[in-house]
């Protein structure tokens, strides 16, 4: 059965390679870098906790950061010490055995904090809802500002995000965002 799959692989032809909608991902860099110069005026550093998940939405957030959406050239940029953080971005499902790390990620955050909550799971305990193992989605620790929804979401829907994020933040009351696939 193996080699039926092998020689059927071998034989046929490869798949086209998969490529980003050109125009979309051109419209995101520009949106994000206008919104980067004039809202922020500044580099923005992420700092990302992952509170129980099954790193679905680490591989989307680490494909952010590749040649084709490449955050760091618009001044986005995730760093290790919450210190140096501007947005706290959560990812999973808020297990209970998470809760006192991701409490204490935002008290070493300065003020103002923006926090992202990525992810189905992030957004309300996803495909675990109910279990008792966990508290529910990044809100039931902190307040959260965005909300991007998917399992997981496109690298493109988290820039989406993002921007909104940036934009939301230019306009001053706090209030939740959620970005759809």
């Known amino acids: ?10 034989i046929s032809r490869p798949a086209a390679p998969r490529t980003a909608d050109a125009a979309a991902v051109a419209a995101l860099r520009k949106r994000l870098a206008d919104a980067g110069d004039a809202k922020l005026g500044r580099s923005l550093a992420i700092r990302h906790v992952a509170a129980g998940s099954c790193n679905g939405c680490e591989l989307e957030l680490r494909a952010t950061q ?4 490449d955050l760091t050239q618009y001044g986005l940029s995730f760093t290790p010490s919450p210190r140096h953080a501007d947005i706290l971005l959560i990812t999973g499902v808020a297990a209970r055995n998470m809760l006192v790390a991701v409490r204490q990620a935002r008290e070493a955050m300065p003020d103002p904090v923006l926090v992202v909550a990525v992810g189905d799971c992030a957004v309300d305990g996803g495909v675990f ?10 809100d039931s620790i902190l307040p959260v500002d965005l909300v991007i929804a998917g399992c997981p979401p496109t690298p493109a829907q988290i820039v989406e995000g993002l921007l909104a994020l940036l934009e939301a933040h230019d306009t001053g009351p706090r209030r939740v965002k959620r970005v759809r696939e």
């Open 1 to 10: 059965m193996v080699w039926k799959t092998l020689a059927r692989h071998f």
């Open 66 to 69: 590749n040649l084709i959406y």
């Open 129 to 138: 809802k109910g279990s008792a193992a966990i508290t529910g989605g990044a």
